[in-house]
């Protein structure tokens, strides 16, 4: 166990649709990372957010934002989905920030765009 | 450029060596790192390497970088069954974010 929650762990829902992807972070860590793994692209960093505030973006498309809040837990929100949205996302911790530079992840929210 | 790149499939026997070679593109690699999947799971921090060491050694894991060369290696001795597992090799750089560049990953089948 990472320490590294994600919530849910399965989302199915269909094309045009909203969802929130949630991930609560290992007590300590300020830093949170999102990653999505899909079959063309592999494992691509999307966001970071570093206390509350955003410290680099990735391959993120513009129908997708995140946030941060008060007690470090992250949000990921993917809006109009596609069915090419279909995806393993991780959200990850640690990193910068600690005495350490381990970066530990989420068990990830399978999501699936019908 | 944003490369890391690894070979897509390693099989080995039960108590043999296995060995999985990783290279990356990018010279202001600070920390480089290993992590496991296993069928269905997350992703498993195994060892990470900061970029000035040569080697690291954690129990059946050795870590092997060449920095000259931008080669990183994972050797697994005594391979089991429950080693076979997609083995992620990755980077990150001074660019004060730590955010991590993945390879595409390697998987390891073990047979008995």
């Known amino acids: 166990d990472s320490g590294v929650t994600q919530t849910p762990k399965h989302l199915i829902t269909a094309t045009g649709q909203r969802v929130t992807l949630r991930c609560s972070p290992r007590?300590?860590?300020?830093?949170v990372y999102w990653y999505q793994q899909s079959l063309d692209q592999g494992l691509q960093f999307l966001i970071q957010?570093?206390?509350?505030?955003?410290?680099a973006k990735g391959n993120i498309l513009e129908r997708f934002s995140a946030q941060q809040f008060p007690d470090l837990h992250s949000e990921l929100n993917l809006s109009s989905l596609e069915l090419g949205d279909s995806a393993l996302y991780f959200c990850?911790?640690?990193?910068?920030?600690?005495?350490?530079?381990?970066?530990?992840f989420g068990p990830g929210t399978r999501l699936t765009v019908t | 450029g944003e490369d890391v790149e690894q070979s897509l499939f390693l099989s080995v026997r039960e108590g043999d060596s296995s060995v999985i070679n990783c290279t990356y593109t990018?010279?202001?690699?600070?920390?480089l790192y290993w992590y496991k999947q296993e069928p269905g799971a997350g992703l498993q921090l195994l060892t990470y390497?900061?970029?000035?060491?040569d080697m690291k050694q954690d129990q059946r894991l050795t870590v092997l970088l060449n920095k000259k060369d931008k080669h990183l290696s994972l050797r697994i001795a005594d391979t089991q069954t429950g080693d076979s597992a997609i083995y992620f090799c990755?980077?990150?750089?001074?660019?004060?974010?730590?955010?991590?560049?993945f390879g595409q990953g390697t998987t390891l089948q073990v047979k008995p």
């Open positions: 007590s300590g860590d300020l830093s």
């Open positions: 957010y570093y206390n509350g505030e955003e410290r």
């Open positions: 990018d010279s202001s690699s600070t920390y």
């Open positions: 990850a911790s640690g990193g910068i920030g600690g005495d350490s530079y381990e970066q530990y």
């Open positions: 390497i900061f970029s000035n060491m």
């Open positions: 990755a980077e990150s750089r001074w660019d004060n974010t730590g955010k991590l560049i």
